[in-house]
C-alpha cells in the first residue's frame, strides 16, 4: 500500500481535505474519487468530532452535519475499503484527521489494526502534545501508520525538538488560529521550511487558510507540497450531492497551480 512519501515522489503535491459522511458517506466515497481523478497526490479524511478545536466554523459545521446522518467510525473504515479495492482502487496515500477523543473511545488498538487493513497510510491528530505522541506512534507503527506531526508559527523554539520526530511529511501551519479561508497567509513560512529542513529531510506540506490557487502556489514554492480544507468542504456544504463537477475543476486548478510552483 501507498506510503506518505508515495505523493511527493511526483513534484510538489496537493492534498485536500474531506469531512467523511458530510451529505453522507457514499457521497463522500465518490468525491475522494473524483479528487484523485482530478490531480490530488493524498487525500485527507476528516472524522467528523463534536468539538473539532482546531478547526473554523466551515468544518465545524461539516462535521455536525455528518454526525447528524449517524455516520459512525466503522462506517468511514468500510469506505475506505471500498476506496481501495476493484478496478478504479484509489492507491494514492489516504491519512485521517481526527482527535484523540475518537481514538480512544474507539479503542487504540482496534483503530490502528484497521487502519492497517484497509490502508490508512497515516493519521494527523491536532489536539495531540508532542510530548504525547509516543504512546499514540507505538501502536500506530506496530501497524505500520505514520503518526504526522504538526508545527505551528509558534514553535519556533519547539521546531527542531518536532521535526527531528517527524514521520510522513510535516504538516506545517501557515497562520494562528482554527481552519478556514483567509484572504492573505503573512506567516513568513518560507523561514520556518527553512528552519524545519535543517533538521528533517522528509517532505513539508503548508495548510490552514488555502483557498486559491495563487496561495496554493506561493505555499509550494516555499514548500513541497499545498493542503486545503475548507475551501473543499465549503464546496460540498454549497452542492451538496452534486459536487462532482465543481470539485473536480478546483482540485485540477490547485494541483495545476502547485505544479507550475514547481516548474
Known sequence: MSKIKDAFTKGKAFIPFISAGDHGIENTERYIRIMVK?????????????????????????STRALSTGVKIHDIFDMVRRLRTGDDAVTVPLVFMTYLNPIYVFGREKFFTLCEEVGISGVIVPDMPFEEKGELGTIAHKHGVEVVSLIAPTSENRIEMIAKEAEGFVYCVSSLGVTGMRSEIKTDIKSIVETIRK???????????????????????????????????????EHGKNADQALFDYVQSMKQAVLKAGA
Open 199 to 237: 533538521y528533517t529531510d522528509i517532505p513539508v506540506a503548508v495548510g490552514f487558510g488555502i483557498s486559491k490557487p495563487e496561495q496554493a502556489e506561493a505555499m509550494a514554492r516555499v514548500s513541497d507540497g499545498a493542503i486545503v480544507g475548507s475551501a473543499i468542504v465549503k464546496i460540498v456544504a
Open 38 to 62: 482530478a490531480g490530488a497526490d493524498m487525500v485527507e479524511i476528516g472524522i467528523p468530532f463534536s468539538d473539532p478545536t482546531a478547526e473554523g466554523p466551515v468544518i465545524q459545521e461539516a
